[in-house]
């Protein structure tokens, strides 16, 4: 298909609401990688799906986040108990694994931008 | 573990003047990348440098790979007011096999 897609694009919530962000990846694309984006602010990396591997949590805030990749191909971004400082753009990216030791480009989705109020 | 520091943070620039951006790797990097993000958009790949000493152009960008493949450049000849946006270099880092690390970026503001 298209690009990396990403959804919803907006999303407004409460404070201490749960929130599921989803990102469907280019098909064919194995890695899948999570980030965070704070207004003005660079790419906090979040979670890296690798393929069949234990997917690296190491960029996870806090045990209130949570993803998951079924079927190697859908992620979705969960946050528990929303707080004021989650509110930012979570970006999706996916790429094909590397080979050789060289990364893939990564191809970003258009962001989630989420907002708790 | 693996750092990519990205300098300077910010750079405002007039019209037609030119921008340097700068990446530095605590250790050497098997390749790096260059993405652009317009503001209100999302990283875009630019290019990928894989050899010690490598030139690439695109127009009126020059990206640089160092010899010892820890650092890396972009400049930027004569910008326009499309050249605006954040500037993120990203090399292979961390124990993940084939995860990638993005410096904090450079935003660019070109003023007319």
């Known amino acids: 298909g298209a690009g990396v897609s990403q959804s919803p694009s907006n999303k407004v919530t409460e404070k201490g609401k749960d929130v599921e962000l989803r990102c469907d990846p280019i098909s064919g694309h194995t890695a899948l990688y999570w980030y965070r984006q704070s207004l003005g602010q660079g790419l906090e990396f979040l979670i890296y799906f690798q393929g069949n591997s234990a997917p690296d949590k190491s960029g996870l805030p806090s045990d209130r986040f949570s993803a998951e990749r079924t079927g190697g191909s859908v992620s979705t971004l969960t946050i528990q108990r929303t707080q004021q400082e989650d509110s930012a753009v979570y970006l999706c990216?996916?790429?094909?694994?590397?080979?050789?030791?060289?990364?893939?480009?990564?191809?970003f989705g258009p962001g989630t931008r989420l907002t708790v109020l | 573990g693996q750092q990519v520091m990205q300098i300077p943070q910010y750079q405002h620039v007039q019209e037609g003047e030119d921008f340097t951006t700068y990446c530095n790797s605590s250790t050497t990097l098997s390749n790096i990348q260059w993405y652009k993000q317009r503001p209100g958009g999302h990283p875009v790949f630019l290019i990928q440098l894989v050899k010690s000493g490598e030139v690439k152009k695109q127009k009126r960008l020059t990206f640089q790979f160092g010899e010892a493949k820890k650092n890396s450049s972009l400049h930027i000849t004569a910008t326009q007011t499309t050249d605006v946006g954040t500037y993120f270099c990203a090399g292979p880092g961390g124990t993940s096999y084939g995860k990638l690390t993005f410096g904090q970026g450079t935003i660019l503001t070109v003023h007319p």
């Open positions: 990216a996916s790429s094909f694994l590397p080979r050789g030791g060289r990364t893939d480009t990564q191809y």
